[in-house]
T-cell receptor
Framework: EAQVTQNPRYLITVTGKKLTVTCSQNMNHEYMSWYRQDPGLGLRQIYYSMNVEVTDKGDVPEGYKVSRKEKRNFPLILESPSPNQTSLYFC?????????????FGSGTQLSVL | AQSVAQPEDQVNVAEGNPLTVKCTYSVSGNPYLFWYVQYPNRGLQFLLKYITGDNLVKGSYGFEAEFNKSQTSFHLKKPSALVSDSALYFCAVRDNRGSTLGRLYFGRGTQLTVWP
């Protein structure tokens, strides 16, 4: 089944403890991106990747890192999480980098930083 | 900068009545516009998109959207609402400029409630 898989689904952690949220797609998509969803703010783009080894900042990249070493994986890294990073995170991918392409979303990761 | 506005946080409509969820945009150049829907505890799902051509775009689940260039709007519509349409709806615009091609901007979302 074609899908975008995020893990974990839920994560509770403490301030300063490094964590990684994994994202994997099995559709051979070129484009991948990360978003955070906060009440009243909608979705905001954190980082995106147009292809392997090509990543760029979105609207809210501070406090996050990403890497794209393989086409299928696009992990989101929080080196030193803080409470203001408590949010619902979504990974998404699309077939190509064209602006006309629709996105396929993962099921989300609910992160709580205490 | 590219941006999208959804002026209504909530829309309530009776089942069987037509529904409209509003979206306005601000872009440089030609707009690439999308609607996505989010059901509870799920990721977003693609509904429809406008790239070019017909101003009325048809999408999934009987939804359609009307692109209006003069009013910079892209309102989502459905002729007859179902209770199962109750969800959170997001309008989005994709950046089409070379240096920032991968950027995507979402509205804040509109919660649609269809009551029986």
């Amino acid at each position: 089944e074609a899908q975008v898989t995020q893990n974990p689904r839920y994560l509770i952690t403490v301030t300063g403890k490094k964590l990684t949220v994994t994202c994997s797609q099995n559709m051979n998509h070129e484009y991948m991106s990360w978003y955070r969803q906060d009440p009243g703010l909608g979705l905001r783009q954190i980082y995106y990747s147009m292809n392997v080894e090509v990543t760029d900042k979105g609207d809210v990249p501070e406090g996050y890192k990403v890497s794209r070493k393989e086409k299928r994986n696009f992990p989101l890294i929080l080196e030193s999480p803080s409470p203001n990073q408590t949010s619902l995170y979504f990974c998404a991918s699309s077939y190509s980098t064209g602006s006309f392409e629709k996105l396929f979303f993962g099921s989300g990761t609910q992160l709580s930083v205490l | 900068a590219q941006s999208v506005a959804q002026p209504e946080d909530q829309v309530n409509v009776a089942e069987g009545n037509p529904l409209t969820v509003k979206c306005t945009y601000s872009v440089s150049g030609n707009p690439y516009l999308f609607w996505y829907v989010q059901y509870p505890n799920r990721g977003l799902q693609f509904l429809l998109k406008y790239i070019t051509g017909d101003n009325l775009v048809k999408g999934s689940y009987g939804f359609e959207a009307e692109f209006n260039k003069s009013q910079t709007s892209f309102h989502l519509k459905k002729p007859s609402a179902l209770v199962s349409d109750s969800a959170l709806y997001f309008c989005a615009v994709r950046d089409n400029r070379g240096s920032t091609l991968g950027r995507l901007y979402f509205g804040r979302g509109t919660q649609l409630t269809v009551w029986p």
